[in-house]
């Protein structure tokens, strides 16, 4: 999603900028650029379509410098507006205001009118041009900067991350936050602003996280922060223990190649003071843990994309260990009805970054709907500082470390490791899962990264069936019970990042519907466990060969999938539980989607768009 970095500091602003972008580009972008103060007291400014190298050479053929030591920059992923140079942030508004904005003005038609009417001329289709322009206006009347954004930001609609510089009053940025993230860099060079602390890595560890309705107040000496309420309130400054070189490729090609071979050490991070030697200790999802679980009667789920597939995982899980009802609805669509919510709900919301737009306002949503009955709201994902993790009652973290490939791949295995745990932490709370039952669990969990490590190691087969896939533009993946998730996790993957329109069915429903897609041009994508669904799975592999189609068959050793012409099994691993299974069946499609697409030759960790973390609707 779109990315800000900005900042004042004693020296040259302008590199630093750039490098901020650079460190952002993995959220997904379609354009960028930069706009400082130069040293004449004007609005110096730079854009591209593209990626940040473009903006940097647009820059080096620019003939004024573009030097300074205070000024804001901008990858944007289009909303309003194509992606184009005249659309791509800063804006600028009579050369008085230059803004950066993440989010979206939903009554920003409404607020060009207005503007229109007063004289003021659009150069963009952005609805960001709106908040320019009511920032000018309102400096009008206002003696400083500060003012005129809080006398602004009082007419906007919707979710905004903004920052704002001007030449009227050049020592200052202005940050203000409603509903899109934005941290505050404190260093000794200076006083910065970002979108993700990621940006800010190598210039500082120090960070001040604005909360929601928050506006800040930066100069080169202090940071001043106000409430929503205009209140002058003091925010904890935090160490972060993230490494700068967490964002490095190493000696891989590409980070999502990078992150399917973390996967071992990631989940073994996820587990670590999690689980003794043969229990889970519910305590790792709050002190209040356990006392919620014993009164939880219902689960609700609420996440999007991968996430969401985690959360279809866990239904099983939960259903089958636990015993507890539990529903899962995709964010986007829950929060925009009026679902039953019943007493002794525990809701669970799941994000890799914990700032999903559509997640974070089904849970406050939940929130406001729910008063007066007894709810709980948990939520797991691999941000401490998410607004997710603001916003819940319980929190869980994945321990994946940095994800910056947007096809997720440590996020979704850490997040299903994290949702087996709380199945057998509530099953445990409703007497569902006995000692022995929830040792032989926790010894699976333990088994997890060698299983994984040895799953790694069938890349080369894996990148001789990708081969195949070089002139395929449709695929169909199959699973039954939970495997049909894992069969969806797969399909996506296969769509995100190589564009091969791919579709994941329940192998029971082939009869209605699907089958006729099937033929020598669509292969299909088989996960064959060794449960009690297998020899139905194996009467529906004899249908899909029937009518002709490639198949693959990732199995269990001891499923012993009968070969036939044109079918390839890949033996995955064998002796697999429930828990096991799915996290295990996922690494196989995870390789063969990203080799299928350096065949088909996209951009493997920032396809086309798509975004890391989407925090617009």
Not at 30 to 44: T, W
Not at 85 to 100: D, E, F, G, L, T
Not at 415 to 435: E, M, T
Request: glycine share 6%.
């Amino acid at each position: 999603m779109c990315g800000i970095v900005g900042g004042i500091c004693k020296n040259n602003i302008t590199p630093l900028l750039l490098e901020g972008l650079k460190r952002l580009e993995y959220r997904g972008y379609d354009s960028a650029g930069v706009v400082v103060l130069d040293k004449d007291n004007q609005l110096s400014r730079a854009r591209s379509v593209g990626k940040v190298a473009n903006l940097e050479q647009n820059i080096r053929d620019q003939k004024t410098l573009i030097d300074g030591t205070i000024g804001i920059a901008h990858t944007r992923w289009a909303t309003h507006g194509e992606p184009s140079s005249r659309n791509a942030h800063p804006h600028i508004c009579n050369q008085n205001i230059s803004v950066v904005h993440n989010g979206i003005i939903e009554n920003f038609l409404e607020l060009k009118s207005e503007q229109l009417a007063q004289g003021y001329n659009f150069t963009s289709d952005t609805d960001t041009e709106v908040i320019a322009h009511a920032i000018d206006k309102a400096l009008e009347t206002s003696d400083t900067l500060l003012k005129a954004t809080q006398k602004a930001i009082t007419t906007f609609k919707g979710a905004y991350g903004v920052g704002v510089i001007s030449p009227k009053h050049p020592g200052h940025i202005i940050a203000a936050r409603s509903g899109s993230p934005l941290v505050i860099g404190i260093s000794s060079k200076g006083h910065f602003i970002a979108s993700d602390q990621m940006a800010l890595l190598n210039t500082t560890k120090e960070f001040i996280f604005l909360e929601e309705g928050d506006i800040a107040d930066i100069t080169l000496e202090s940071v001043t922060i106000y409430d929503i309420n205009g209140n002058h309130v003091n925010r904890e400054i935090k160490t972060s223990k993230l490494k700068s070189g967490q964002v490095s490729k190493g000696d891989y090609a590409h980070f999502m190649l990078k992150e399917i071979f973390e996967q071992p050490q990631a989940i073994q991070d996820t587990l670590e003071s999690r689980i003794t030697k043969d229990a889970v200790l519910s305590s790792a999802f709050g002190h209040k843990a356990e006392a919620i679980f014993k009164n939880t009667k219902h689960i609700q789920i609420i996440a999007c994309g991968t996430s969401y597939n985690a959360g279809l995982v866990a239904k099983y899980w939960l259903e089958d260990i636990a015993k507890i009802p539990t529903h899962i609805e995709v964010a986007s669509e829950y929060r925009y009805r009026d679902p039953i919510i019943l007493d002794n709900t525990l809701f669970v919301t799941i994000s890799q970054s914990g700032e999903t737009a559509d997640t974070l306002e089904a849970l406050k949503a939940v929130k406001k709907r729910s008063k007066g009955k007894c709810i709980h709201t948990l939520t797991i994902c691999n941000s401490a500082e998410s607004s997710l993790t603001r916003e819940s009652e319980l929190t869980f973290l994945t321990h994946a470390g940095p994800e910056i490939g947007v096809a997720s791949t440590k996020a979704f295995t850490t997040q299903l490791v994290s949702l087996a745990l709380l199945s057998v932490a509530v099953g445990r709370c409703h007497k569902q899962v006995s000692k022995q039952q929830e040792a032989k669990i926790v010894e699976g969990l333990n088994r997890l990264p060698g299983l994984i490590t040895k799953t790694l190691e069938q890349e080369d087969q894996i990148i001789e069936l990708a081969k195949t896939f070089k002139n395929k533009y449709n695929a169909i993946f199959l699973g039954r019970g939970c495997m049909h998730a894992i069969a969806m996790e797969g399909a996506l993957k296969l769509k995100e990042i190589s564009y091969i329109h791919a579709e994941a069915y329940p192998a029971g429903e082939l009869k209605h519907g699907p089958i006729a897609l099937i033929d020598k041009d669509t292969p299909v994508i088989a996960i064959a466990p060794n449960d009690a669904l297998l020899d139905k799975l194996k009467a529906n592999l004899q249908e899909v060969k029937s009518r002709g189609s490639e198949m693959i068959v990732f199995e269990d050793e001891a499923a012993k999938v009968e070969p036939m012409k044109g079918m390839t099994i890949v033996p995955t691993t064998t002796n697999l539980g429930r828990i096991t299974a799915p996290i295990i069946f996922t690494i196989p499609l995870q390789l063969l989607s990203y080799h299928v697409a350096l065949i088909k030759g996209t951009d493997v960790d920032q396809p086309r768009n798509l975004a890391k973390s989407v925090t617009v609707e």
